[in-house]
T-cell receptor
Framework: DGGITQSPKYLFRKEGQNVTLSCEQN?????MYWYRQDPGQGLRLIYY???????QKGDIAEGYSVSREKKESFPLTVTSAQKNPTAFYLC??????????????FGEGSRLTVL | GENVEQHPSTLSVQEGDSAVIKCTYS??????FPWYKQELGKGPQLIID?????GEKKDQRIAVTLNKTAKHFSLHITETQPEDSAVYFC???????????FGSGTKLNVKP
């Protein structure tokens, strides 16, 4: 089945450590996105990528980094510079980014807790 | 940029009643309007969407209406069931937009 796979589902981190969240899609989508969701809150865009080897900052990029070396993969690193990293992280993809209005599909999310 | 507002933030209905969630958008270039359902601890799932060339779309108990002139669109759920309880998000995107713009979400509680 085609879809978006996020891992790990749960992750615990000590303060000062970097962690990387994985996102893989086999939908052959060009565009991929990372969102952050805090309890009872909406979706805030961290980074997005419309094509391989290119990505743009979203609304809350500080303390995060991404790479897009392969079409199917868009890992997110939460760095020690992120002051409040405990949150639910969602990866998404769509067939086209800047041009077109293809459907946006989400993964099941990764819950990061900083101890 | 685009701004999407969603109301109400919480909605409680009795099983079997209808539920309506409303969203407004600001940019007339938006032409695609999806609705997502998010259950606790899971990723949002697309439940219905509408493009600007139609005014209404139905899928069983769920319908979406779009008023381009007024720049608002609504989700209608009829004959609600307890399993409809979740958080619902609306979104908007235009052909030349780099990203989707989301509403702040509505927590729907269907009481048995």
């Amino acid at each position: 089945d085609g879809g978006i796979t996020q891992s790990p589902k749960y992750l615990f981190r000590k303060e000062g450590q970097n962690v990387t969240l994985s996102c893989e899609q086999n939908l052959n989508h060009d565009a991929m996105y990372w969102y952050r969701q805090d309890p009872g809150q909406g979706l805030r865009l961290i980074y997005y990528s419309q094509i391989v080897n290119d990505f743009q900052k979203g609304d809350i990029a500080e303390g995060y980094s991404v790479s897009r070396e392969k079409k199917e993969s868009f890992p997110l690193t939460v760095t020690s510079a992120q002051k409040n990293p405990t949150a639910f992280y969602l990866c998404a993809s769509s067939i086209a980014g800047g041009r077109g209005t293809g459907e946006l599909f989400f993964g099941e999310g990764s819950r990061l807790t900083v101890l | 940029g685009e701004n999407v507002e969603q109301h109400p933030s919480t909605l409680s209905v009795q099983e079997g009643d209808s539920a309506v969630i409303k969203c407004t958008y600001s940019d007339s270039a938006s032409n695609y309007f999806p609705w997502y359902k998010q259950e606790l601890g899971k990723g949002p799932q697309l439940i219905i969407d509408i493009r600007s060339n139609v005014g209404e779309k139905k899928d069983q108990r769920i319908a979406v209406t779009l008023n381009k002139t007024a720049k608002h669109f609504s989700l209608h759920i009829t004959e609600t069931q307890p399993e409809d309880s979740a958080v619902y998000f609306c979104a908007a995107k235009g052909y030349n937009f780099n990203k989707f713009y989301f509403g702040s979400g509505t927590k729907l509680n269907v009481k048995p």
